[in-house]
């Protein structure tokens, strides 16, 4: 190469290496002169999806109330107000039952009954697009049918339901609400129990957690015999009516193959006229992992009215 060729690289590359030094010296100085972001102490920061609540209006007389608008809803998270994005009447999205029976000892008696009338409610809510599961639970639990809409499937699973000693109650609640966790769309728990536990391994507070987590309405029928109504266990009982309040669910006692057969009526026709309000959270850092939800309706006469829904959200779930 001739002396002036080498003059020339030599030029090129001092200009490379002079324009290289540039670009660092820039990219530095504007990373310090970026502010620090940081977040408040003692908060969770979360994701901004969206909530879905699922909401029953009943009137005076316990009937489910159709007809309402969206104006007619008001709807707070932690005391703030929040604009409803998305608002639907008798939601038609897929319905994903987890239908649990108990089949302790304690129950023996009705259970033949509880097995017809779960029958009937069967027939009467299953679409299409919808699915049932049938949970059997003991000592154990027990899933004898996975979701489907074969109503053949289903009776046949109801009927296999078998008897034990023990209540395991709880671990009954937690296990299918995991199983609704992975389903699409609405998710209900149906439990007919007497209200007894005696063996669970998981804690109320884990079970009414998984429920939540899976925004399960659950729904308990207490099965109560007469001649042994005043010497019953009441703690299991309890527990389930706090747990079906709080989830936007409910509960009913019966006492007869009637109620039973009602209890299963309001639920069918609860499920057909309920409001679907959405929502994404204004707030992004939270004090709290749950959030509790507020919704109040403002009809012509609002005394008349009884909204129900569920209590609030985790912005995390937990490790299962």
């Given at each position: 190469m001739s002396g002036l060729g080498k003059a020339y690289l030599v030029y090129r590359m001092t200009r490379f290496t002079t324009l290289i030094l540039l670009l660092l010296?820039?990219?530095?100085?504007?990373?310090?002169?970026?502010?620090?972001?940081?977040?408040?102490?003692?908060t969770l920061k979360v994701d901004v999806k969206l909530v879905n609540v699922y909401v029953t209006v009943?009137?005076?007389?316990?009937?489910?109330?159709?007809?309402?608008?969206?104006?007619?809803?008001?709807?707070?998270?932690?005391?703030?107000?929040?604009?409803?994005?998305?608002?639907?009447?008798?939601?038609?999205l897929p319905l994903s039952i987890a239908l649990a029976i108990d089949t302790s000892l304690?129950?023996?008696?009705?259970?033949?009954?509880?097995?017809?009338?779960?029958?009937?409610?069967?027939?009467?809510?299953?679409?299409?697009?919808?699915?049932?599961?049938?949970?059997?639970?003991?000592?154990?639990?027990?899933?004898?049918?996975?979701?489907?809409?074969?109503?053949?499937?289903?009776?046949?699973?109801?009927?296999?339901?078998?008897?034990?000693?023990?209540?395991?109650?709880?671990?009954?609640?937690?296990?299918?609400?995991?199983?609704?966790?992975?389903?699409?769309?609405?998710?209900?728990?149906v439990l007919i129990t007497d209200g007894g536990d005696t063996i669970s391994k998981y804690t109320y507070q884990e079970a009414a957690r998984a429920a939540e987590e899976a925004e399960a309405l659950v729904y308990s029928i207490i099965v109560v015999p007469i001649e042994s109504s005043?010497?019953?266990?009441?703690?299991?009982?309890?527990?389930?009516?706090?747990?079906?309040?709080?989830?936007?669910?409910?509960?009913?006692?019966?006492?007869?193959?009637?109620?039973?057969?009602?209890a299963f009526r309001q639920i069918s026709d609860e499920l057909r006229t309920q409001y679907l309000l959405a929502y994404y959270p204004s707030q992004r850092l939270s004090n709290s992992q749950f959030r509790r939800i507020q919704v109040a309706v403002s009809p012509a006469e609002p005394t008349s009215y009884h909204v129900r829904h569920r209590a609030g959200y985790y912005t995390a779930k937990s490790d299962f």
């Open positions: 010296a820039c990219a530095l100085s504007s990373a310090q002169q970026a502010p620090i972001q940081k977040q408040p102490e003692g009943t009137d005076a007389h316990g009937s489910p109330v159709a007809g309402l608008k969206k104006e007619n809803f008001r709807l707070q998270e932690d005391g703030r107000e929040q604009i409803i994005s998305v608002f639907d009447k008798e939601s038609a304690s129950t023996r008696h009705d259970l033949p009954l509880e097995q017809a009338s779960a029958k009937r409610f069967a027939r009467a809510i299953l679409r299409p697009v919808d699915a049932l599961s049938v949970f059997g639970f003991s000592e154990t639990v027990l899933q004898s049918t996975s979701y489907t809409a074969d109503m053949h499937r289903i009776e046949e699973g109801i009927d296999h339901v078998r008897l034990g000693a023990a209540t395991a109650l709880f671990d009954a609640v937690y296990l299918a609400s995991r199983s609704l966790d992975k389903r699409q769309g609405r998710k209900v728990m005043a010497g019953r266990e009441t703690g299991g009982e309890n527990a389930l009516i706090q747990l079906s309040e709080d989830t936007g669910g409910k509960y009913y006692y019966a006492t007869s193959m009637s109620q039973l057969d009602g």
